[in-house]
């Protein structure tokens, strides 16, 4: 079945420091990779988003870039800031006529101090 | 208000109960999804949905039951409440199945058997 692994937190990191969160998936098909983020009290929000190999997704600063040979979809974003304070959510999708599901790493919570 | 609500945001039930989750969106998306978020676990599907009159089993149903009569609303009830299904609970909504489309979350209900 289909799977994604991302690194533990949380991530407590300083304002304008560099920020990656790892993430590598298994998937029997083809999946779309996606990036959510869930704020303090509300619900998940998509970050950004790849379909294919070597694409790169992008939005708000943060990049990610689909790598097929290593089954990877890491998080970067050069320069953060307090209001990046969140949990991220890497996840793949299982598309198809039953509907675009989603499998979901654990989470990583990230902390970013003034 | 335009957008995927859900109701109550908050609730605490005893052992035993039947629960209740609504879920309401107005965009008429075609599918519908209900996931629980427990730590370390990320989101895990419990149920979804197709269309009106069409739903499936996710990665951990047991012990929730789903309906769709309508397509803007998806209950998930817990038939006899436990422990172990204290959680949060997201419903989602997407427009197709397409493997980039985005999926549209509410903001949670925070869900506490005793």
């Known amino acids: 079945g289909n799977s994604v692994t991302q690194m533990e937190g949380p991530v407590t990191l300083s304002e304008e420091a560099f920020l990656t969160i790892n993430c590598t998936y298994t998937?029997?098909?083809?999946?779309?990779l996606f990036w959510y983020v869930q704020y303090p009290g509300e619900g998940l929000q998509l970050l950004l988003k790849?379909?294919?190999?070597?694409d790169k997704g992008s939005n708000k600063g943060f990049e990610a870039t689909y790598r097929k040979e290593t089954t990877s979809f890491h998080l970067e974003k050069g320069s953060v800031q307090v209001s990046d304070s969140a949990v991220y959510f890497c996840?793949?999708?299982?598309?198809?006529?039953?509907?675009?599901?989603?499998?979901f790493g654990g989470g990583t919570r990230v902390l970013v101090k003034p | 208000d335009a957008g995927i609500t859900q109701s109550p945001r908050y609730k605490i039930t005893e052992t035993g109960r039947q629960v209740t989750l609504m879920c309401h969106q107005t965009?008429?998306?075609?599918?519908m999804f209900w996931y629980r978020q427990d730590l370390g676990h990320g989101l895990r599907l419990i149920y979804y949905?197709?269309?009106?009159?069409?739903?499936d089993k996710g990665e951990v149903p047991d012990g929730y039951v789903v309906s769709r009569s309508k397509t803007e609303n998806f209950p998930l009830t817990l038939e006899s409440a436990t422990r172990s299904q204290t959680s949060v609970y997201f419903c989602?909504?997407?427009?197709?199945?397409?493997?980039?489309?985005?999926?549209?979350f509410g903001q949670g209900t925070r869900l506490t058997v005793v």
């Open positions: 989602a909504s997407s427009e197709s199945a397409e493997r980039d489309t985005e999926a549209f």
């Open positions: 998937a029997t098909g083809y999946p779309s």
């Open positions: 790849a379909t294919k190999a070597d």
């Open positions: 996840a793949l999708s299982d598309y198809g006529a039953a509907g675009n599901k989603l499998t």
């Open positions: 965009w008429s998306h075609s599918y």
């Open positions: 949905s197709a269309a009106a009159d069409i739903t």
